[in-house]
């Protein structure tokens, strides 16, 4: 148990630029509250004490302004960013390592019984005042844009956005890979935005980023032509981009971005 904690308390350091210090995150982040309410008011639910499970869960939603329903499933290093209106219907089930930002809801289109919630599988993002709606699948490390209403199935790796939710063709696997790589060496991340996202902003980052990559191929060439040629010039390290040098630029991307922190 105690274990999940540290998780879930370390989860929001490494999402959550704003967090401080452990005692700041135990203490004033409602949607941890909500999460350890909801493992409670699971297992209560689980064990067929059903009755204390909603009454937990309600205690909760008053708490915290989140609406979990004990019978949802919820995987670990869950993070709820803000929380406010965030409501999980009773058959959605959740992945590891997804974040919800506020106003979210997945919810269902049916008043049958079984499955009508969706599933998100692990690495889903899903941006402030999404709506998903439906017993359907949003596939591993999918990103659901704010105020998006997705009402059918999306792919791993890819992004929807608008009303209806519209599925945005995920791009080059090996490219984006090539420019994550770039982007957590300079400590920055462009939102995970793709290129066929509206954003001229997002497109001249992305531009810049295969620039990067493309110099330091170069170099790593003529790096190595010299050493054929007997020279110990590239034998010299290149100064360490630390992350501390790049964390001022990356809060004030955070707080032009999609998030509000």
């Known amino acids: 148990m105690f274990e999940r904690m540290r998780e879930d308390i370390q989860s929001v350091f490494h999402r959550d630029p704003a967090a401080r210090n452990a005692f700041e995150v135990i203490t004033c982040y409602p949607g941890l509250h909500a999460v350890w309410f909801h493992r409670v008011s ?6 067929d004490c059903k009755w204390l499970a909603r009454m937990n869960s309600n205690l909760a939603r008053w708490l915290t302004g989140i ?3 004990p019978g949802a499933q919820i995987g670990r290093r869950f993070f ?17 390592d997804v ?11 049916s008043w049958n019984k079984g499955k009508r919630h969706p599933t998100l599988e692990d690495g889903v993002i899903v941006g402030a005042g999404a709506k998903i709606l439906g017993p359907f699948t949003v596939g591993a490390s999918a990103k659901i844009g704010s105020n998006a209403v997705v009402t059918r199935a999306v792919p791993a790796g890819a992004t929807a956005v608008g009303i209806p939710g519209r599925v945005i063709v995920k791009p080059d696997d090996e490219q984006e890979a090539k420019r994550k790589a770039i982007a957590e060496k300079i400590g920055f991340d462009a939102y995970g935005v793709t290129e066929d996202m509206p954003d001229p902003v997002a497109r001249a980052i992305g531009q810049l980023l295969d620039h990067v990559q493309a110099v330091e191929e170069r170099m790593e060439g003529m790096c190595q032509a010299l050493t054929a040629l007997g020279s110990d010039y590239c034998a010299k390290r290149m100064p360490e981009l630390r992350e501390e040098d790049f964390a001022e630029v990356k809060a004030a991307g955070d707080s032009s971005g999609p998030e509000v922190r």
């Open 80 to 96: 709820i960013d803000h929380g406010m209106g965030i409501v999980i219907g009773e058959t959605a089930q959740i992945g590891d």
């Open 42 to 47: 699971h297992w209560l639910w689980v064990n």
């Open 67 to 69: 609406e979990i329903h």
């Open 99 to 109: 974040t919800l930002y506020h106003g979210v809801t997945l919810g269902g289109t």
